[in-house]
């Protein structure tokens, strides 16, 4: 039987949550055994070159290429994994939300006080920002959620091989509480 | 303007003493003279006061009725209750922002005339209503909207726009307003004759633990909503260690749908005084404090006057009740607007000058309550039964009710009913013979206790209103047959979502996530999944809020999809798993706009 194949992506994140991913230390080499990766900055393959079993995203959505990105990612992989506090609430990048987008391409653009440019981008080629940041489950179905920022190491490693298993992930308290 | 400033912040400072605890009082009144609490003001107030800035700010931006940036010559809170809404608060609305130029939320450019929403002011029987500088308008309609704008682009003084008044003390020279009272129903507990002076003079003949014994005896519980024993929290005041102990009464009525407190507030304060000292007596205290929610303020002057004709009559002050060395007199501390201080431990800080935040319980008011000491909250209408109790027995008032629910209850009718009004009821009536009294036989559905309380249909009009079937606090909305009930269920989520103090994380997302979820459903876009989602959700937010407030928000929600299901699954998309409401074009149209650039959206890889 061919092995499992693993897609990832980081939208509107930090890379924190794939760092985590590397954070399995020595498992790392266990993981490459149990399975192939496809889509992900791990091995810097760009596109989809065959359908998945499982997708990991990191961070949410802020704008149209973070858009089209997951909706491939929902489209190519048959579970998909919302990764972190990003991806599951918007995080950090979803602190403008409460400020008009206008007023947030000016601070940026035009009034801070290290730009000398007069324009906010507009090239064709450039994505477009999305009136707010957008957590993945209101664009796409999500089927499965991965808390923290980043989740620790072992709760991703846990949880891959939970699924890979398929076996019911065990949390004890201490993998669920914030505090 | 500077030196305005300096001028009038210093001259409000200096009349409250710099008192701390009259932050709210300082506030309103700079903002009276000033149109608003701005930066410069609020800097002025903090380092006159000797407090932080932050204190300052903190109540300027806590409080509805507060503003930082000014509200208008004339500013209208227009009400927007489900009530409202039932009578054309929708055109009202319109004529106001066509004829005054600006919209709500906003003031016109030549600052003459603000218009701003406001959560429910006690007016229900009698909506639309507004408040234009804390005058109250009543039934308003496109021509009355017509006239009141006329007058203020006149330049009339607000009072003088009201030209018919209500009945009753509505019409007393110190309250001249166009409020009804609508008293529908009598009952022998609040409305009964009433010889001001007789039930504390009964009080203080026996011994305080003796008047403990016949609250005890008579059964009576919290008329607020939450129904505490009175006798035993009396009690715990009382026996709790303190230098001083206080009473305070919770005239803070907000739950959408009551305004009973008011008409007691109108036709019977000497009675409810009159148990704010016995309470006072009971609980060995010697001062009580009103506090009177923003909304009210129609009425303060009436109460100072009621409160200065029980002091010459020595029902109030030295040797009060004739009983020597009792003494006790009752201040009254308005609020700002806001819901979340009907909850005894925010309404305390805001009674102290702070944000209206609960505090963690315990240690419970009546072991640390105003200023620290020892103090028993009650509800308006708990005052007046703990005086008719001492008159006429624990026994008496034992006899109606229910066995867990003794004596009567103010309940406040609103919504599609042909008798809207105040209905003094047993405890234990059902539904279905309230709907008799105030014929709205029609009704689809009845809101019993408010947004906080219970939707339920006509399979449970057959149920009681009482502590341990149907709770209320005394809001009870009828719902006719035409109305969208998701539309009232909207309503009241958009009300906690205003109204959650944003203390906990539970309340402040939570309630945010309801409402977009419900809104989700109500735009055709929910699922199976969404259902249960908000199910869920209702739990975690009622088991993980701080306060009452987030412990009940969810019950709008919870309560239609336990009794009016098919109100949803009406529409969900059956079968499907997901649904978004998520447009991408829609959401790069302000991005595109602001960089100047077409959008283009590229299809899927």
Same mark, same amino acid.
């Given at each position: 039987m061919s092995k499992p194949i693993v897609?990832?992506?980081? =939208?509107?994140?930090?890379?924190?949550?794939?760092?985590?991913? =590397? @954070?399995?230390?020595?498992?790392? =080499?266990?993981?490459? @055994? =149990?399975?192939?990766?496809?889509?992900?900055?791990?091995? @810097?393959?760009?596109?989809?070159?065959?359908?998945?079993?499982?997708?990991?995203?990191?961070?949410?959505?802020c704008n149209s290429e973070n858009v089209e990105n997951l909706r491939a990612f929902r489209k190519n992989c048959k579970i998909l994994i919302s990764c972190g506090e990003c991806a599951i609430m918007g995080g950090l990048p979803a602190m403008r939300n409460g400020i008009p987008v206008k007023e947030c391409l000016e601070e940026a653009y035009l009034k801070s006080p290290t730009v000398d440019d007069t324009i906010i981008p507009n090239d064709d080629e450039l994505p477009m920002i999305l009136d707010r940041v957008y957590p993945l489950h209101e664009i796409v179905k999500i089927d499965y959620y991965l808390p923290g920022c980043p989740p620790r190491a072992d709760l991703i490693w846990e949880a891959l091989v939970a699924l890979l298993n398929n076996k019911p992930l065990s949390l004890p308290y201490e993998v669920v509480k914030f505090d | 303007?500077?030196?305005?400033?300096?001028?009038?912040?210093?001259?409000?400072?200096?009349?409250?003493?710099?008192?701390?605890?009259?932050?709210?009082?300082?506030?309103?009144?700079?903002?009276?003279?000033?149109?608003?609490?701005?930066?410069?003001?609020?800097?002025?107030?903090?380092?006159?006061?000797?407090?932080?800035?932050?204190?300052?700010?903190?109540?300027?931006?806590?409080?509805?009725?507060?503003?930082?940036?000014?509200?208008?010559?004339?500013?209208?809170?227009?009400?927007?209750?489900?009530?409202?809404?039932?009578?054309?608060?929708?055109?009202?609305?319109k004529s106001f922002t066509d004829l005054a130029g600006c919209q709500f939320g906003q003031t016109t450019a030549d600052g003459l005339i603000g218009l701003f929403d406001t959560s429910c002011i006690g007016m229900n029987d009698q909506e639309p209503a507004a408040l234009i500088n804390g005058v109250v308008f009543t039934r308003l309609n496109a021509d009355k909207v017509k006239s009141?704008?006329?007058?203020?682009?006149?330049?009339?003084?607000?009072?003088?726009?009201?030209?018919?008044? +209500?009945? +009753?003390?509505?019409?007393?020279?110190?309250?001249?307003?166009?409020?009804?009272?609508?008293?529908?129903?009598?009952?022998?507990?609040?409305?009964?004759?009433?010889?001001?002076?007789?039930?504390?003079?009964?009080?203080?003949?026996?011994?305080?633990?003796?008047?403990?014994?016949?609250?005890?005896?008579?059964?009576?519980?919290?008329?607020?909503?939450?129904?505490?024993?009175?006798?035993?929290?009396?009690?715990?005041?009382?026996?709790?260690?303190?230098?001083?102990?206080?009473?305070?009464?919770?005239?803070?009525?907000?739950? /959408?749908?009551?305004?009973?407190?008011?008409?007691? $507030?109108?036709?019977?304060?000497?009675?409810?005084?009159?148990?704010?000292?016995?309470? +006072?007596?009971?609980?060995?205290?010697?001062?009580?404090?009103?506090?009177?929610?923003?909304?009210?303020?129609? $009425?303060?002057?009436?109460?100072?006057?009621?409160?200065?004709?029980?002091?010459?009559?020595?029902?109030?002050?030295?040797?009060?009740?004739?009983?020597?060395?009792?003494?006790?007199?009752?201040?009254?501390?308005?609020?700002?607007?806001?819901?979340?201080?009907?909850?005894?431990?925010?309404?305390?800080?805001?009674?102290?000058?702070?944000?209206?935040?609960p505090r963690n319980r315990p240690p419970f008011p009546v072991q640390n309550g105003y200023m620290g000491y020892p103090t028993t909250v009650n509800n308006v209408e708990t005052y007046c039964a703990a005086a008719r109790i001492v008159l006429e027995g624990g026994k008496w008032f034992k006899s109606m009710g229910t066995a867990q629910s003794a004596g009567t209850k103010l309940v406040s009718v609103s919504g599609d009913c042909r008798k809207p009004g105040v209905y003094e009821i047993e405890f234990g009536t059902t539904v279905q013979t309230l709907l008799e009294?105030?014929?709205?036989?029609?009704?689809?559905?009845?809101?019993?206790?408010? /947004?906080?309380?219970?939707?339920? +249909?006509?399979?449970?009009?057959?149920?009681?209103?009482?502590?341990?079937?149907?709770?209320t606090g005394g809001s009870i909305i009828i719902i006719g047959p035409n109305r969208d009930l998701l539309e009232v269920v909207h309503n009241f989520m958009e009300f906690f979502v205003e109204e959650s103090c944003g203390w906990c994380a539970p309340c402040r997302a939570g309630n945010q996530l309801l409402l977009h979820k419900l809104e989700k459903i109500m735009h055709g876009h929910g699922t199976e999944g969404d259902l249960k989602e908000l199910e869920s959700w209702c739990k975690i937010v009622k088991s993980m809020s701080r306060c009452g407030l987030g412990q009940t928000s969810p019950n709008p929600i919870a309560t239609t999809l336990q009794n009016f299901r098919e109100v949803y699954e009406a529409k969900i998309r059956k079968g499907a798993d997901y649904d978004t409401e998520f447009d991408l074009l829609a959401s790069v149209q302000e991005s595109c706009r602001v960089a100047g650039r077409i959008p283009n959206i590229h299809e899927e890889h």
């Open positions: 897609a990832t992506a980081s =939208l509107a994140g930090c890379f924190g949550c794939h760092m985590s991913i =590397l @954070d399995i230390d020595e498992r790392i =080499l266990t993981l490459i @055994d =149990l399975v192939e990766f496809n889509k992900s900055p791990i091995d @810097d393959i760009k596109k989809f070159t065959k359908m998945c079993d499982i997708g990991i995203i990191e961070g949410g959505c | 303007m500077g030196t305005n400033i300096t001028a009038v912040v210093t001259g409000v400072v200096d009349a409250y003493k710099k008192d701390r605890s009259r932050l709210l009082d300082i506030v309103r009144d700079v903002q009276a003279q000033l149109g608003c609490v701005n930066d410069e003001a609020a800097a002025q107030i903090a380092a006159s006061m000797n407090v932080s800035r932050v204190d300052v700010d903190g109540v300027v931006t806590f409080y509805h009725f507060f503003s930082k940036t000014p509200v208008g010559k004339y500013s209208v809170y227009l009400n927007n209750s489900v009530t409202a809404q039932m009578n054309g608060r929708a055109a009202v609305a009141i704008v006329g007058d203020m682009k006149a330049g009339k003084k607000v009072e003088d726009m009201v030209r018919d008044h +209500g009945d +009753g003390a509505n019409q007393s020279a110190l309250v001249k307003s166009m409020v009804n009272n609508n008293i529908q129903r009598k009952g022998p507990v609040i409305f009964a004759p009433f010889e001001s002076g007789k039930a504390l003079k009964a009080a203080v003949a026996k011994s305080p633990d003796d008047v403990i014994e016949e609250l005890k005896v008579s059964n009576i519980r919290g008329r607020g909503g939450a129904g505490f024993p009175t006798g035993m929290k009396w009690e715990f005041c009382r026996k709790a260690q303190g230098a001083k102990h206080y009473v305070v009464c919770n005239a803070d009525e907000g739950e /959408p749908g009551t305004f009973k407190d008011r008409v007691i $507030l109108t036709e019977a304060p000497a009675l409810l005084f009159e148990g704010m000292a016995i309470g +006072g007596y009971a609980v060995g205290a010697s001062e009580g404090v009103l506090y009177l929610r923003a909304e009210y303020m129609y $009425l303060r002057k009436y109460l100072e006057d009621v409160l200065d004709g029980l002091r010459k009559k020595s029902v109030l002050g030295a040797n009060a009740g004739g009983k020597s060395g009792f003494n006790f007199d009752i201040k009254i501390q308005m609020g700002a607007g806001a819901y979340i201080c009907g909850e005894e431990s925010a309404l305390i800080e805001s009674a102290e000058g702070k944000r209206g935040e009294l105030v014929d709205g036989r029609t009704a689809r559905a009845v809101q019993v206790g408010g /947004p906080s309380g219970t939707c339920v +249909g006509k399979k449970d009009f057959g149920r009681r209103i009482c502590y341990d079937d149907l709770a």
